[in-house]
């Protein structure tokens, strides 16, 4: 059953708690419940991605560098492809952090047929020229896509099946949700991965300046070792800190020709959009 503008009211004042719950996954019982209603099935087949964006993908590891493909064609395939589609109003995100640095009304976009289950004063259902114009905007704007299966969208709407509902956020670093992921316990931080064929190298042209360990990490995967920027394993692929280097020593690169039409297929096994 579609929630009530009063829940998603309140699920905005609860916002600054995100961090505090994700501990709570980690906690006899109460975190085996948190996982059952809020992340179960992430052992099943679900695929969820941050996209880099397409400004920072280098795929000099291609052979054919005139068969150039940018990651923004995953999101593109599914809008294009989805029997449903619905735009939300709001990012719910930017209102409750009080985003100062992006705008608010870049909402997600929601598909699928369980998307006919959403409030309908959250958004609206629109044809796929307007959702494909909708994130253009949102990548020229310098946000991110996290797109897949997240059953948490699925529970906070109250719609069902979760199978049937893909999620294509719009994320800016300062507020994205999931920016609590090193919080989780560890095997639900599984839940979001990089993008398959897709790596960040620090080049031997960091200085160790730090801007990239400043924040521009949605999940705190850069840091400065003995004056180098050094990348962790959590590395979610986005590419934020390429674009946050002054010095261009940060890379994203693509090592495997296959690996848009290797991300559709692992997404379309999550969800059904069609």
């Known amino acids: 059953m579609a929630r009530p503008l009063w829940f998603v009211e309140l699920l905005k004042r609860s916002f600054p708690l995100r961090y505090f719950g994700a501990e709570m996954t980690k906690w006899p019982v109460l975190g085996h419940l948190m996982e059952k209603a809020l992340f ?7 695929a969820l991605f ?38 939300m109003d709001r990012c719910i995100c930017r209102d409750a952090a009080d985003c100062q640095d992006h705008d608010h009304e870049m909402g997600c976009i929601f598909l699928g047929e369980a998307v006919l289950d959403i409030n309908p004063k959250l958004g609206q259902l629109v044809d796929a020229e307007t959702a494909l114009a909708h994130v253009s905007r949102a990548r020229k704007a310098g946000l991110v896509h996290l797109i897949g299966r997240d059953k948490i969208d699925a529970v906070w709407m109250g719609v069902k099946p979760s199978t049937k509902l893909m999620t294509i956020c719009n994320c800016c670093s300062c ?15 599984e839940k979001i991965e990089r993008m398959p064929g897709v790596n960040v190298e620090v080049t031997s042209d960091c200085v ?67």
């Open 40 to 46: 179960n099935g992430y052992q099943t087949g679900d």
């Open 50 to 87: 941050y996209l880099p964006k397409d400004t920072v993908v280098i795929q000099q590891e291609i052979n054919q560098q005139e068969n150039l493909v940018i990651p923004s064609l995953v999101v593109d395939h599914f809008i294009r492809h989805a029997s449903y589609t619905f735009l």
């Open 175 to 189: 507020c994205c949700l999931f920016r609590f992921l090193p919080h989780l316990a560890p095997k639900l931080q």
């Open 208 to 274: 160790g300046c730090g801007q990239c360990s400043s924040g521009v990490c949605f999940i705190d995967a850069i840091h400065l070792v003995e004056g180098k920027a050094v990348i962790s394993e959590d590395c979610r692929g986005c590419g934020n800190c390429v674009e946050a280097c002054p010095h261009a020593a940060i890379q994203v690169l693509v090592n495997r020709e296959d690996y848009i039409e290797y991300a559709i297929q692992r997404l379309s096994q999550a969800v059904d959009v069609v």
